[in-house]
């Protein structure tokens, strides 16, 4: 991601392209006192990013990608600011580190409109389809087989006159073109009209996911969110989805405004608006200890220093 440093008056500007500027107060309370830029191990090489940090040390903003550091770190004195190279050992060090937002914590992200979550992959052996004996469920597989094998047989019928007016010139197959353009036109009526009641069925299906207290997902980005599957508690985010071993949320606020969700007694944290009413809701139909704490600057430092794990 490639961004721009500036300083005008008593504020630290970052233009990201295709983003509006975001801008940090250099003076008073939870101005921006640091630039960091930090390394983790990704997949085969080191990944990179660039971080502004408050007096604190909680993070006011993080953009990803590799930036020269003798310019950011000129950029930092010139503008009175701390500088920091800083290499973690595991990547699960970087995202603890990051996840801990400053009150003025600001998101950079490109100006589109956010990705739809993936489809969700439970790890294990067990899958996420419904029981065999389900009548719905049966009905709905027995029309897709019908479905694709009537595409199947009008392609082998369509392939078939093809192969026979290119054999046979003199054979008249003009006449079959008319009544299979009129089973053309009804298998792409019958497909365009299931497309529109799966999307419609999958559109209910989550909500009432949401409704019954199987989904929880945090506002904002990046996207996450937590779902019972099998009474197996899964943490999705757009990159992989894991199995948590937790039996307890814990949704905290600071008196600076800052707002989490602990999951597992200091298992993950994720930083970042939850709707309380339906944590509240997913926590009680999922036979999860839910508690809800108003944290002092300290206990915040504390708890969001000790965890094991974070989604930023």
């Known amino acids: ?46 990944r990179y990013g660039l971080a502004v940090l408050d007096e604190s040390g909680l993070v006011m903003l993080e953009a990803p990608g590799s930036r020269s550091r003798r310019a950011v770190e000129a950029f930092a004195q010139e503008s009175g600011l701390a500088f920091e190279f800083r290499a973690f050992d595991t990547p699960q060090g970087a995202r603890i580190a990051l996840a801990r937002r400053s009150p003025s914590w600001r998101a950079v992200s490109w100006r589109r409109a956010p990705a739809p979550l993936p489809r969700l992959r439970v790890p294990g052996v067990r899958s996420l389809r419904p029981p065999v004996g389900s009548p719905k469920v049966w009905w709905r597989e027995q029309l897709l087989y019908i479905l694709l094998w009537a595409v ?19 054979a008249d197959v003009t006449r079959w073109m008319g009544p299979l353009g009129v089973v053309a036109l009804v298998l792409a009526g019958v497909t365009v009209v299931g497309a529109v009641v799966l999307a419609g069925i999958g559109r209910r299906r989550t909500r009432n996911q949401t409704a019954q207290g199987r989904e929880l997902q945090r506002a904002g980005e990046p996207h996450c969110r937590l779902v019972v599957v099998h009474g197996r508690l899964l943490l999705e985010t757009a990159r992989r989805t894991r199995e948590l071993k937790a039996s307890e949320l ?38 999860l200890r839910l508690e809800v704490r108003s944290l002092a600057r300290d206990e915040y430092l504390a708890l969001t220093g000790q965890v094991k794990d974070a989604v930023p």
Do not use: C
């Open 1 to 46: 991601m490639t961004l721009a440093l500036a300083v005008e008056k008593d504020t630290l500007i970052v233009d990201v392209p295709e983003h509006p500027p975001v801008r940090l107060p250099l003076v008073g309370e939870g101005r921006a006192s640091k630039l960091l830029i930090f390394g983790y191990p990704g997949r085969g090489r080191m």
């Open 152 to 170: 199947l047989a009008y392609g082998v019928v369509f392939a078939a006159l093809v192969v026979l007016n290119l054999t046979d010139p003199g």
């Open 250 to 287: 814990l949704l905290y606020s600071t008196e600076a405004g800052t707002t989490g969700l602990v999951v597992g007694g200091g298992l993950f944290h994720l930083p970042g608006p939850w709707d309380p009413e339906e944590v509240a809701r997913f926590a009680d139909r999922n036979d």
